[in-house]
C-alpha cells in the first residue's frame, strides 16, 4: 500500500489522508518517502481508506 501510493503521490495531498484518518502531522508523508515505516496501529485504517480511493468507480456515477 505504501508503494501504492509513492507511485501516486503527486496525484494525492498525504497531509489531508493524514488528517481524515487521524495520524499525527508527517506520519504518513514519512512512510511514503522511505524516513520510517508507517506504524501498525495505522496499517488498517491506511489500507480501507486506500480500497475506497482506489475502487472503480459506478456505470451510473460515470454517466
Not at 18 to 26: G, R, T
Not at 48 to 62: G, N, R
Given at each position: 500500500m505504501i508503494?501504492?501510493?509513492?507511485?501516486?503521490?503527486?496525484?494525492?495531498?498525504?497531509?489531508?489522508?493524514?488528517?481524515?484518518?487521524?495520524?499525527?502531522?508527517?506520519?504518513?508523508?514519512?512512510?511514503?518517502?522511505?524516513?520510517?515505516?508507517?506504524?501498525?496501529?495505522?496499517?488498517?485504517r491506511l489500507?480501507?481508506?486506500?480500497?475506497?480511493?482506489?475502487?472503480?468507480?459506478?456505470?451510473?456515477?460515470?454517466?
Open positions: 508503494e501504492w501510493m509513492q507511485k501516486n503521490k503527486k496525484f494525492l495531498s498525504i497531509r489531508a489522508i493524514e488528517q481524515h484518518l487521524e495520524m499525527p502531522d508527517s506520519t504518513l508523508i514519512k512512510a511514503v518517502n522511505g524516513s520510517q515505516n508507517l506504524p501498525k496501529k495505522y496499517e488498517e489500507s480501507k481508506f486506500l480500497m475506497v480511493l482506489q475502487k472503480p468507480q459506478s456505470a451510473k456515477a460515470k454517466n
